[in-house]
């Protein structure tokens, strides 16, 4: 338990060259790090799930890969190898980086919004993201002299077992992956074994001068601070990619809405909605009239495109009619389909009535059939 990093693990092997191999959690020393600085957070296992002040915490993890790595590695050396103070004296080892792994985290205030968003971001992954995309993440191209596979696997292609299912793209050694963490974290996580693929810019000697070039990648920790840079711009590409996949749950939120039972007084309930029934479609239809976009409609107006529906069949006296209208009214605006014009007898549609009235006519006269004719098929 380092007072610094907190758990790590130190191996030697104990026969030449005596190797050392040390594993380090950055989320372990961002926490010492949020503590020493008095900045609160909430954390499970290697998951902050909330921090008090994320700009400064950022800027703490982005420290991380450009600390005395040889300081702090010899330190442990000397501490488990007794030959470094004996026959190895002066004879220091060189630190290489065997695996580095640099996650981005997308934190959801609820665990119910990443549920239903989850299984969609997996599908497009699956789906969308061949071999020149997924090199395209790695800022590489498909060259004609590339040797190696590139291989995209999901744990669970079902998707239905979401809690364990995460998607990987594998280039070579390398590789990407994304997976629910802790039920309100989506994890982009960039997995580095070879780093020769990737360049780094540094002081070279070519004829004689030195120059400042492009050049592989090395695994010397060294290398740590573009190790984080490659693998953040990775996590971007991948996050941005995802962009294109529609958030289902403000949808979802307002079908949960209309198609459950309103408590409008104490002992007055709204009947639900029925967004696939052809007497809810009729009624949507009316109030989303194009002529009713500028003044509203008033109870006449809907009375009137309802003349020949089953809401007003058999009802003579416009009276009556006018009752049952109103009380189609009452049930729309208690469930925020619509809203009172001040100052007038006249209504109008809100957002939430538009994109719920909308989507169940999509869905009766476009998605169901479509749906229908495949499970006939």
């Known amino acids: 338990m380092d007072r610094e990093f907190g758990l790590i693990h130190v191996k030697l092997q104990t026969w030449f060259p005596l190797p050392i191999q040390v594993y380090v959690n ?135 077992r979401i809690p364990g299912a995460r998607i990987k793209h594998r280039v070579k050694q390398n590789w990407l992956k994304m997976y629910n963490k802790a039920g309100s974290v989506l994890r982009l996580e960039m997995v580095i074994n070879e780093p020769e693929g990737f360049t780094v810019r540094k002081q070279v000697m070519r004829k004689g001068k030195k120059v400042m070039r492009w050049v592989d990648m090395r695994k010397g920790v060294a290398y740590l601070f573009r190790y984080r840079e490659v693998s953040l711009a990775a996590n971007s590409r991948y996050l941005q990619a995802l962009a294109d996949v529609d958030d289902p749950t403000d949808a979802i939120a307002t079908l949960d809405r209309i198609t459950t039972r309103k408590q409008v007084a104490l002992k007055r309930t709204a009947k639900a909605f029925n967004p696939v029934a052809r007497d809810e479609a009729q009624i949507f ?72 009235m909308s989507a169940s006519i999509q869905l009766r006269d476009v998605q169901f059939p479509i749906s229908h004719m495949k499970l006939a098929a």
């Open 26 to 160: 950055g989320h372990e020393w961002l926490a010492r790090k949020l503590e020493q600085n008095g900045i609160r957070y909430s954390k499970l296992e290697n998951t902050f799930l909330w921090i008090e002040d994320f700009p400064k915490a950022q800027k703490f993890s982005d420290r991380f890969g450009s600390l005395d790595w040889p300081r702090f590695l010899k330190r442990y050396a000397r501490k488990i190898n007794p030959l470094m103070t004996d026959l190895l004296k002066g004879m220091p080892y060189y630190w290489v980086t065997a695996q580095s792994e640099y996650s981005t985290d997308i934190l959801f205030k609820n665990a119910a919004y990443l549920n239903e968003l989850y299984p969609r971001l997996l599908s497009h992954s699956t789906l969308c993201f061949g071999a020149k995309e997924v090199m395209s993440f790695l800022g590489r191209k498909i060259r004609s002299y590339f040797e190696g596979e590139i291989v995209s696997d999901s744990s669970d292609l079902s998707f239905k």
């Open 285 to 356: 239809r009316a109030l989303l009239d194009g002529q009713h976009m500028i003044r509203g409609f008033s109870n006449p107006d809907i009375r009137q495109k309802l003349q020949d529906s089953p809401h007003l069949k058999g009802i003579t006296d416009p009276h009556r009619q006018s009752a049952k209208v109103t009380r189609i009214f009452n049930r729309c605006h208690a469930h925020g389909l619509i809203a009172k014009i001040p100052h007038s007898r006249r209504w109008r549609l809100t957002r939430l009535g538009r994109i719920a």
